[in-house]
């Protein structure tokens, strides 16, 4: 008898990273959000702390929570206890633990739509049920308010909110989250808000849901981004105007379970967020702005359509196939990157369905000018045949 997989795993999709199976050798990967792997380098004081925490012997099991180092220069930046902190195997596993104790079967959880695709995958994963929320493209993706309420029903536990947006770079003003924060506080909901772009908005100031929600708030941040550090598997979670410590202590029981983050990275991280050394962020937006304004003109010039990303290392435009050349988004997107070997990610991989002739996907805008002319330019060439 051939082994029975649990039918729960076929609910889970990634297609940021689906699609780089059967992908022609030597493929331009526009489908993966990692700045390291592109022309940006941590900062050097991060590489020069982490071996020194190594050569110290901080080796071994960290506390489950975290160390109390990292967790106490969290907790001094966001005004709360460092026991309403917790450090994580990423954000990943942040967002994992909180589903895994939010979610009792059939709960929903609100999502945006387009949405980072771990989300719905993770909800589904516990026994939930993904809603989705609007975001026009009209009001530069920011969320319908009108469609959260609508969306509300006696099952809604959570909100899920992602602020600066993966996958449109949409920056959320702060009427529009306090206007959020109050409804979910009528409904008993709880909000919680994936920030790990805080530091990377170009025009606007990013704006933290601690600063404006008076309601029970979960947020979610880490290394991985803001820090260049996606392989070092650090993110966090802080809890805010919780009447009960229930949620944390189910997490915490959930942090026991998998013993604890990686040590040394909790240690060279906590002393880098103590010391003012944040000079690398402001020539990492620079270089990120400059590649988004590239992106956004020739996208321009190649008759694609795209709102201009405020934030983060995305886009997330369209075209208008009104000849119906391709199927629809996914085909799309597989005969581009099997002809002309540029790999983006369909807007299905973000639950955003295409309507009829406009088809979405999602390019990173990390790459080095020169890649991204040259993929920008195959791009370009597929369309025009
Ligand atoms: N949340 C969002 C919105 C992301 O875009 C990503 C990664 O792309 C993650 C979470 C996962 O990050 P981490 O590396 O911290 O697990």
Same mark, same amino acid.
């Given at each position: ?98 589903? =895994? ?7 929903? @959880? ?33 969320? $319908?308010?009108? $469609? ?12 899920? @909110? ?21 409804? !979910?506080?009528?409904?008993?909901? %709880?909000? @919680?808000?994936?920030?790990?772009? !805080?530091?990377? *908005? ?9 600063? %404006? ?10 290394? $991985? ?29 959930? !942090? ?6 990686? *040590? ?25 702005? =400059?590649?988004?304004?590239? %992106? ?15 934030? *983060? ?40 369905? $295409? ?8 390019? %990173? ?21």
């Amino acid at each position: 008898m051939p082994i029975q997989i649990c039918e729960r795993i076929g609910e889970i999709t990634y297609a940021i990273r689906d699609l780089e199976v059967g992908a022609p050798r030597g493929v331009i990967k526009l489908n993966i959000g990692d700045p390291a792997a592109y022309d940006f380098r941590l900062p050097k004081i991060m590489a020069r702390e982490i071996c020194n925490v190594v050569a110290q012997g901080l080796n071994f099991y960290a506390d489950s929570q975290g160390v109390i180092e990292l967790r106490e220069v969290i907790a001094k930046r966001e005004k709360i206890s460092p026991d309403d902190v917790i450090i994580t195997a990423g954000t990943s596993e942040a967002v994992n633990f909180l589903f =895994a104790a939010l979610v009792r079967s059939n709960a929903e @959880i609100l999502l945006p739509c387009p949405v980072y695709p771990q989300y719905p995958s993770m909800v589904r994963l516990w026994g939930g049920k993904p809603v989705f929320y609007e975001c026009n493209k009209e009001e530069n993706w920011q969320p $319908s308010v009108e $469609s959260i309420k609508r969306q509300i029903t006696k099952r809604t536990v959570g909100l899920v @909110i992602i602020n600066p947006n993966n996958p449109t770079g949409a920056v959320y003003s702060k009427n529009l989250l306090a206007e959020i924060s109050q409804i !979910c506080e009528k409904n008993n909901i %709880v909000i @919680i808000s994936d920030e790990i772009y !805080c530091d990377l *908005t170009f025009e606007k100031r990013h704006i933290q849901i601690s600063d %404006v929600a008076s309601s029970e708030a979960v947020m979610l941040n880490g290394a $991985s981004k803001c820090y260049i550090v996606p392989g070092w598997r650090i993110g966090w979670l802080t809890f805010h105007n919780f009447k009960t410590n229930a949620l944390r202590e189910a997490i915490l029981k959930l !942090c026991r379970l998998r013993l604890c983050a990686n *040590t040394p990275a909790q240690y060279a991280i906590a002393k880098v967020m103590k010391g003012k050394n944040q000079i690398h962020i402001s020539e990492f937006r620079r270089k990120l702005r =400059a590649r988004r304004d590239f %992106v956004v003109k020739k996208f321009e010039e190649a008759g694609i359509n795209c709102v201009k990303p405020e934030g *983060t290392f995305y886009a997330f435009p369209w075209i208008v196939d009104r000849k119906m050349r391709w199927r629809n988004d996914l085909d799309f997107v597989l005969q581009l990157r099997d002809k002309k070997k540029v790999l983006v990610v369909h807007g299905g991989g973000f639950e955003y369905k $295409s309507i009829s002739e406009e088809k979405y996907f999602r390019i %990173v805008t990390l790459p080095p000018i020169k890649v991204l002319d040259e993929a920008l330019g195959r791009i370009a060439r597929f369309l025009e045949k």
